[in-house]
DNA sequence: CCTTGATCTCAAGTTCACTTTAGGTTGAAT
DNA sequence: ATTCAACCTAAAGTGAACTTGAGATCAAGG
């Protein structure tokens, strides 16, 4: 069945388990290229499938399109990614991963040393009111950027 | 200068840290309330504070305003939080927590395990494509939820 | 040739948690 | 009485990452 080079839409979106609609949108925001068939449709290169498996795992570890559009310029053209390719943008992910599970147990220690300490009022807990001038003594608070959403709009297969 | 027991939007967003713009919407959806003034301006309890740290805290463990809504609407009233209230919902955040955690420990060590094995392709990387045919033999996906961003559309103060 | 399914474009809709805007009202001090 | 900060409402906007819808076209089999 692939004798031929090129993948069609069709091909892209059951091997990469992307909807044809998300396709449509990497290529719009230049994450991937297509050429174009006489008649205007869509055919892609194999290596597609690899840049699409790319943006996958890098979603994954919570970069944004933005930012995996800044790593896939660095992998000059469609070549194979290098061992140092490979090494370098996966100690950037690394980092990243590291950084979120260290604010998360930061989080869980605090939640801890609440229901230890009888914490009860979560009027100058540190994992919640920061401003209140009644907290004001305490410090140091322990602010965290959004996390995860249980049920994200995220289809799988 | 609090010498009467209701709060005026100024003080509630003074001693919050939240907009009253977010205020607003937190009551219209339910999470707090507002008693009006003759000429239809709010005021608040004075319990209205914690209950805003309550918000405050379960939306940086990463609960969604719904959940939220659901856990405040099992406090019954505005009493303060009994030490049972206390421990239920924080085994609950906790337990929310961990998962995250875990999680990401999952493909921080599948990214060690990519980068340890050599596997360079992303062909069948556990962290990336599953779907693709080629790939179908590794099972075991590590699926993550969507995770957190970078600089988050979330200001503080 | 005809049908059918795959694909196309473009615009608009979705979700979440708010903010911003526009224009009008209140309430406390002077 | 006047002023002016503080407050009000309703509707629309934001951003990320896509999806959905409408309506048209393409490609391949019969």
Redesign the interface.
């Known amino acids: 069945m692939d004798t031929h080079d090129l993948l069609t839409m069709g091909e892209v979106t ?4 992307y909807a044809a609609s998300a396709v449509r949108y990497y290529e719009s925001q230049g994450l991937i290229q297509a050429r174009r068939s006489a008649g205007g449709q869509r055919t892609f290169e194999r290596s597609v ?2 840049r ?3 943006i ?2 890098a979603a ?3 970069l ?1 399109l933005d ?1 995996i559009k800044a790593e896939l310029d660095c992998l000059p053209g469609d070549r ?4 140092a390719d ?2 370098r943008m ?1 100690k950037h ?2 980092r990243r ?2 950084e ?2 260290h ?3 930061r ?2 220690d605090n ?2 040393s ?2 230890g300490c ?1 914490c ?4 100058r ?1 540190r ?8 907290a004001a003594q305490s410090a140091g608070a ?11 709009p ?1 289809r ?2």
Chains 1, 2 share one sequence.
């Open positions: 059951r091997r990469s388990g499938l690899r699409l498996a790319f996958r795992a994954n570890v919570g944004s930012e194979t990614p290098t061992k490979w090494a996966s992910w690394r991963l590291e979120q599970i604010a998360l147990e989080l869980r939640l801890d609440c229901i009888g009860l009022s979560l009027q807990c994992i919640s009111n920061p401003n209140d001038a009644a322990a602010y965290l950027p959004k996390v995860l959403r249980r049920d994200p995220r799988r297969a």
